[in-house]
């Protein structure tokens, strides 16, 4: 029997929880009433919460119980869509899976700034993959690249049953390198691989030809002759696909005139550009600003991420790493002033995938891809940087000028104005009563108490 405390707001609960054996073996219903009687204050509360967020067609919840273990329910996020994205001459309407308010209306906003002024332009600089296989070696490197380079035809000979559809579609291996890191941890090679896996993000198969190069390292170090016993004993620790793809890039621009940044009624068109090279140069210089910064960038990014069914840890994994590449962690997005033009751009890792995963298999995944008019996985690239960058500007500017309250709190006011359980009419009136009033919690609060001892005649 297992005790333990929970503080639960000031006060001690006592509470006693056992471990479980096999709770993936318990049915749905099983499952759910064993988490509701131990772990919450009123379990037919909590049963019928987690039911009502069940699918009606039994068909569609099985499909999402199925896609993780242990389901007990589903958990919403809202999908928005951001408009009038013109990306390279395409109009696109964009998918955004996110929770926090304001990141959809901000990338609403700048997608329609930009449209009047040529849009976004975005291209592909790189689409290759990486893997590596870890292993620890105990002679010297001269004698182990001898070694890889004449096994190199066995890695690929082993491998064609995995490649062969990849290699159909124009992707599949390009390199299998070795890499010594003995410096860095003794014995410590590296088999360095990059591969293309055209529209897939390709983890599944970067990982099924990383094990099968293990195989194939082993098998053939334990027979070769220019080895010693020692040397024959390579250890192969783990053989795994690398996030960090910092050849899979894609940038994402946009540009005009200085004169056409008439984006603020009290900040001239050369002062907002100025100062928005200089919120960006303060990002680089700062990783405390660039964290934030990125994570407006990212707030973009995730979303539509989220919305096409790919992996945003991946994503925002490699972004960071990126963001500190050279030694020091900075802004992903850059702003320069050259000519009386105004340039402000992103270049991003993605490893992001249209085929496979999920793309197929979760029904709002596809009809995003549908709205996105079933992009490659490289236009997808293209879609996802310019969501960050639009994401970036508008944060950006709104900061350099009247600051990310007035606007944010002004798309906050509705959960407020729920959480206080404000009914249809009064949100109405309480709205129109901000749309000229600076919206807080507590005038908020204010806000509607009036309304209510003035049964519903005046805010004030
Ligand atoms: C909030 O989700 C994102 C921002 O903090 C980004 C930024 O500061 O650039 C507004």
Redesign the pocket.
Known sequence: MHKSKKPSGGKTKERMTEPIQGFSKLSKQEKISWIVSRYTQDPERAAQLLSAYWNEDPKLQQLHDEFIENTITNQYMPLGIAPNFLINGNLYAIPMAIE?SS?VAAASKAAKFWLDRGGFTAEVLGTEKVGQVHFFFAGGTAKLQTFIDQIRPKFLEDTLGITESMSKRGGGIKDIALRDLTDRLPGYYQLHCTFETKDAMGANFINSCLEQFAETLKRESAGYVGFNEEERAIEVVMSILSNYVPNCMVRASVSCPISELDISETVSPLAFAQKMVRAVNIAQASPYRAV??N??IM?GVDAVVLATGNDFRAVEAAAHAYAAKDGRYGSLTHAKIQDGQFTFWIELPLALGTVGGLTKLHPLVKLNLEILQHPSAEELMQIVAVAGLAQ?FA??S??VTTG?QKG?MKMHLLNILNQLEATEAEKALLIAHFKTNTVTHRGAINALESLRKNNGASVL
């Open positions: 926090e990141v934030t910064h994570k407006g707030n970036n944060a950006v709104s900061l990310i944010h």
